[in-house]
Nanobody, 120 residues
Framework: QVQLVESGGGLVQAGGSLRLSCAAS????????MGWYRQAPGKQRELVAVITSGGRTNYVDSVKGRFTISRDNGKNAVYLQMNSLKPEDTGVYYC??????????????WGQGTQVTVSS
């Protein structure tokens, strides 16, 4: 059974920073790639950052150089450091397994997400 709890969102001015945290349950957390997803108003959910079990990372072009994903396998936690925030970063942020396909294999489970709002 998977449980994901995201936190750290809030309202910030453009150019500001936020650090999102995700607490994940499950004994096998450390073997899975994990990702941060974003759903902007009126748009589909997209994967913005992913980190493999070994620590390799990848980012969508729109956040490269501004966002940093990290993980602490000892704490079953994933983090997203977001710097130089822009209004277009506004949305609900979710953590989950590293691909949409993997998520379907756990029944499409999502946590409640955390709202990030960037004002101009």
């Amino acid at each position: 059974q998977v449980q994901l709890v995201e936190s750290g969102g809030g309202l910030v001015q453009a150019g500001g920073s936020l650090r999102l945290s995700c607490a994940a349950s499950g004994r096998l957390f450390s073997i899975y790639a994990m990702g941060w997803y974003r759903q902007a108003p009126g748009k589909q959910r997209e994967l913005v950052a992913v980190i493999t079990s070994g620590g390799r990372t990848n980012y969508v072009d729109s956040v490269k150089g501004r966002f940093t994903i990290s993980r602490d396998n000892g704490k079953n936690a994933v983090y997203l450091q977001m710097n130089s925030l822009k209004p277009e970063d506004t949305g609900v942020y979710y953590c989950n397994l590293g691909t949409f396909l993997a998520i379907t294999k756990i029944g499409g489970y999502w946590g409640q997400g955390t709202q990030v709002t960037v004002s101009s």
